[in-house]
Structure formats: structure tokens, C-alpha cells
């Protein structure tokens, strides 16, 4: 019962001193809420490039073509072991019917006509095969092209590369930027939470010598800082959740050329992580600011 | 940690304190003992020694020689962790008052309740009454900052007593009063001193010292000087 009551007591504590504090609670959410608003910003661009980059990679194919005379069933048997591989994502059979009528629609145009019932591309079915991850291609298709069966794996290096390197880069800048941020909000908060306790220092050192324990000092402080933590974290929530469905309406509206290449994400899918990671950021920066920051305080 | 077998509420054994290791100590070789229900002066010049004296009794600072008991417990040993504990059977009152401002009476007198996780229904009893006790039971609302300075020393001494502490400190508890208001805190410190909590009062008014004809330790430079059963103030020329 104890236990119940000085929580609710220090809880209480904690709210009273936010507002007995107001400037310095405004100035520690200010700055709670500017990180995680940059952070928020930055998190949903880099989870976008990244979607573009991804769909990017799973539109590059291998392409495997067989021996002339290869038999049907031969082909399915291949194709059931390729699928197998972890990493390729889906396969698809282009058979040597399909593969002459999209190059006599997207090549020939009028002279198609000429082949007759010809199909110069009689031993070119092939398959299609889409990759989890491009960065595995040059394994695939080492691994193909060791396949009884197989006449020629066609594969295109330049793309796969450069979406490999683009991701990569994406990863590290991004990494690097989420880091720095991470640091500076840390700094920011921890001394906009230590200012605010250094000016009470003095009502601490009175806590003390009336008999307080630190922990009973300290409670109060360590709830004010994840209330602000809290809300200095959930404001720029809201206004990115907003901001990134008016920006994503906005450039789909004024830019619908863009709308073939750039998929944005559903803010739900960036919230999944941001929502969870945003609220561990303010809380958490909160809380070990304030913790740390009175730790000098008690030694009365 | 407890020494049953000393009755004593203050001991002192030869306590050296150093805040530096090349200055000159703040106290030197300093014995005292004070027993349960006695009022003890403690005068001297500035620098003599009796903040330092009282800060050690708070175990706000630890002696670097000798051993100080107070209410049994060996303090120089204690352990940061036991430190609020041991405070809470010592009241203690500042010149200064070191009231929490943004508090009223009430909330600055059940603090001290609270911080010993006293029930909330014993500090809705106890804190009125302690209240009444220093005469202040009408302003239990007031801000400190709306009080007179004898009225904010009072605050100070109920919060003090509140938890009925066998020994209450008193650090110049006068030296912001005018005479009138300096009469009345010193005669509710023989007040409560007669209800039996033993008071030490660490003063320069030479005038009440005299007039009240108590214990009276007189220090210089970090020692001792006199030791006066229902002494007076002694000359700073001693």
C-alpha cells in the first residue's frame, strides 16, 4: 500500500513540478519534440528511398535458356530445384510461343507478318527468375549455369550492381545521419532535463536534510522527465503522421509523372517502427536525463 | 552500527575536521557529549567551527579523525544509504528557514511526513497539530513568501518537529528576526525542549544567551574554549 501510494504521491509530484516549472517543461518538450520531429522527417524519407530502391531490385530478373531439344519435364525439374534457392524470390516460365509473340509485338511491328507461322524463337523458352536480394545474383547465377540442361544464363550486372552500391550507401548515410541526430537529441534534452534540476538544486539539498531518501527525491524528477519525454515525443507524431499524408497527397496531385516511378509508403508502415522508436527516444532520453541529472544532487 | 549502551544524544571522541588536507582543520580534537533533554547553546565567532560542528551532525560531512555518535549511531560510519533514515530523527532549522516556496505551510510541514511514508490520515492529524503548535494553524494555506520572517521560522520549526525528532538543531535560527519575533522562536524552543526533545542552538545573540541562562559551549578557531553550566555569552576577546 506504501509502494502504491508513494508512486501516485511522486506521479502527482512529477505533474505539479511540470507546471510549477513551466518554462523550463516548455523548453524540455521544445527540444524533445525538435529531435523527434527531424528524426520522424528523416526516418520517413529514408524508409521511402529504401521502398524505391527495393522495388527497384525486384524488378532485375536472371534469365535461364535451354538446350535445344530439352523436354518438357526437364525444364519443370529444373525449374523446381531453382525455386528452392534462397535467393530467389519468384520464377516465371516464358514459354518459346510467348517469348516470339512480345518480341514480334514490341520489335517487329508490320514485318511480323513475313514469319508466317514461323517461331524463330523455338528454343528460346526460358525462365525468369526474380531475386530476394540482387546483391546474390552473381551466386545464382554461378549455380545455374553449372545446370545439365542449361544452354546460356542471361543476367544484367550493371543494374544489379548499382542498385547493391545505391543500397548500401543508402544504409550507411542513413545510419550515420539517425546516429548524429540520436547524439545531439541526447545532448539537447539531457541538458534542457539537467538545467531544469540544477535551479532545484537547492530544494533538493532541503529533501535531503529533512530525511528523504534519494529515492523518493529523485521519483518525482524521473516522472517529470518521461512526462516530458512522452510528450515531447508524441506532438511531432501527430504532425509528421499529418504532414506525410499532405506531402504524399501533395506531390501525387502536382507531380502524378512521379507517380510511376516513387511508391510511397502507407504511413501506417512507417508508424509500425517510427510510432514505437520515437516514444522509446523521449521517454527514455527522459528518463536518463533526469536520473543522471540528480544523481550529482543527492550527494547532501 | 547502534551503541546501545551510550544514553548520550550527541558524543563527540576527539573529532578533527579537515576540509582540505593542507589547511587548518575546522575543528580540532573536539570532545563533547550532550544528554537527553538538555539545551545547549553552541556560540562563537565566525569560523570557530560551529557550522562545521553541526554540518558533521547531519552527516552532511564526515570527521577525518575521532567518532561522533548521535542518538547511538556511530556517523562518521554511516552509509550514504542509511544517511536519510538517521536524519530523520534529528530536526533540524536554518537562519535562512529553507522553506520549499512554491509550497504552502501545510504542503512544507507534510512533507516531512511524506518523505517517511507516513500514512496519509496521520499526516492530516499530525500536521494541523504541530501547526497549532507554533501558532500558525490559521495560515496553513500561505505561501511562505506571504509570511512574515518569524512566521517562516516557525513553518520551519513545525516541520522540524513534526516527526518528533529526539534532537532538534538549530542553526542561527534568529539571525534574519527582529527582537520580538527572536523571542518567540526561542521561546518555543524551550518549549518544545521541555516536552523533552533535547535542542542544541548554534547563536551569535548574546542577548538571549544571557538572558535564557542555559548549556553554554563556546568555540574559537575549531576548538572548545569554555563549557558553562547555565553560562552566558563570553567575550570574542577570550
New interface residues.
Given amino acids: 500500500m506504501?509502494i502504491i501510494?508513494?508512486f501516485f504521491?511522486s506521479l502527482g509530484q512529477g505533474f505539479k513540478n511540470i507546471w510549477?516549472n513551466k518554462s523550463f517543461s516548455l523548453a524540455t518538450v521544445a527540444t524533445i519534440a525538435s529531435c523527434v520531429f527531424l528524426f520522424g522527417l528523416f526516418y520517413s524519407v529514408v524508409l521511402n528511398f529504401q521502398n524505391v530502391v527495393r522495388e527497384a531490385q525486384s524488378s532485375v530478373a536472371v534469365t535461364v535458356f535451354f538446350e535445344p531439344g530439352t523436354s518438357d519435364e526437364t525444364i519443370v525439374a529444373i525449374g523446381e530445384e531453382i525455386k528452392k534457392r534462397a535467393e530467389v524470390s519468384r520464377l516465371e516460365f516464358i514459354s518459346a510461343e510467348e517469348a516470339w509473340e512480345t518480341f514480334r509485338e514490341e520489335n517487329l511491328g508490320e514485318y511480323a507478318d513475313s514469319f508466317g507461322d514461323d517461331n524463330p524463337l523455338e528454343d528460346d523458352s526460358n525462365y525468369e527468375i526474380y531475386l530476394n536480394d540482387v546483391s546474390m545474383q552473381d551466386d545464382l547465377v554461378a549455380y545455374l549455369e553449372g545446370l545439365d540442361g542449361v544452354r546460356q544464363v542471361r543476367k544484367s550486372a550493371i543494374v544489379a550492381n548499382m542498385l547493391t552500391s545505391m543500397n548500401s550507401l543508402v544504409g550507411y548515410v542513413s545510419m550515420g545521419i539517425i546516429f548524429v541526430l540520436f547524439a545531439v537529441s541526447i545532448f539537447l534534452i539531457r541538458n534542457t532535463v539537467a538545467l531544469g534540476i540544477t535551479v532545484r538544486s537547492?530544494?533538493i539539498?532541503?529533501?535531503?536534510?529533512?530525511?528523504?531518501?534519494?529515492f523518493?527525491v529523485r521519483a518525482p524528477f524521473v516522472f517529470e522527465g518521461m512526462i516530458l519525454g512522452l510528450i515531447g515525443a508524441g506532438l511531432p507524431l501527430i504532425a509528421v503522421y499529418f504532414l506525410y499524408n499532405r506531402a504524399v497527397e501533395y506531390v501525387m496531385t502536382h507531380f502524378s509523372v512521379l507517380s510511376t516511378v516513387l511508391k510511397f509508403l502507407p504511413v501506417e508502415e512507417i508508424f509500425m517502427t517510427l510510432l514505437p522508436a520515437a516514444l522509446i527516444l523521449g521517454v527514455g532520453i527522459g528518463f536518463l536525463g533526469s536520473f543522471t541529472s540528480t544523481r550529482k544532487h543527492l550527494?547532501? | 552500527m547502534k551503541d546501545n549502551t551510550d544514553n548520550s544524544v550527541i558524543n563527540l571522541e576527539k573529532v578533527t575536521m579537515k576540509y582540505e588536507k593542507n589547511e587548518s582543520p575546522a575543528l580540532e580534537n573536539v570532545s563533547l557529549r550532550v544528554d537527553p533533554g538538555e539545551f545547549v547553546f553552541i556560540v562563537g565567532d565566525s569560523g570557530s567551527g560551529k557550522s562545521t560542528l553541526i554540518k558533521l551532525l547531519?552527516r552532511?560531512e564526515k570527521p577525518t579523525s575521532g567518532r561522533i555518535t548521535v542518538n547511538g549511531i556511530n556517523v562518521g560510519k554511516l552509509r550514504?544509504?542509511k544517511v536519510?533514515?538517521?536524519?530523520?530523527n534529528i530536526g533540524?532549522v536554518f537562519q535562512d528557514f529553507?522553506?520549499?516556496e512554491?509550497r504552502n505551510v501545510y504542503e512544507n510541514v507534510a512533507?516531512?511526513q511524506?518523505?517517511?511514508?507516513t500514512?496519509?490520515r496521520d499526516i492530516k492529524r499530525n500536521v494541523p497539530s504541530v501547526l497549532s503548535l507554533v501558532g500558525l494553524g490559521h495560515k496553513y494555506k500561505s505561501k511562505p513568501n506571504n509570511l512574515s520572517g518569524g512566521e517562516q521560522q516557525r513553518v520551519a520549526l513545525a516541520?522540524?518537529l513534526v516527526?518528533n525528532p529526539r534532537l532538534l538543531l538549530a542553526d542561527e535560527p534568529t539571525g534574519n528576526l527582529d527582537p520580538k519575533n527572536t523571542w518567540e522562536v526561542m521561546n518555543l524552543l524551550e518549549e518544545i525542549n521541555d516536552a523533552g526533545t533535547t535542542v542544541v542552538v548554534v547563536t551569535h545573540n548574546r542577548e538571549i544567551v544571557n538572558a535564557m541562562r542555559k548549556r553554554v559551549i563556546t568555540m574559537k578557531k575549531g576548538v572548545i574554549v569554555s563549557d558553562q553550566r547555565k553560562g552566558g555569552y563570553i567575550d570574542e576577546d577570550y
Fill in positions: 506504501r501510494n508513494s504521491y510549477r537547492e530544494e539539498g532541503i529533501m535531503k536534510l529533512i530525511g528523504a531518501t534519494d523518493v550527494k547532501v | 547531519l552532511e550514504h544509504s536519510s533514515k538517521y536524519r530523520r533540524v529553507r522553506l520549499l512554491d512533507f516531512a511524506r518523505v517517511i511514508s500514512p496519509g516541520r522540524a516527526n
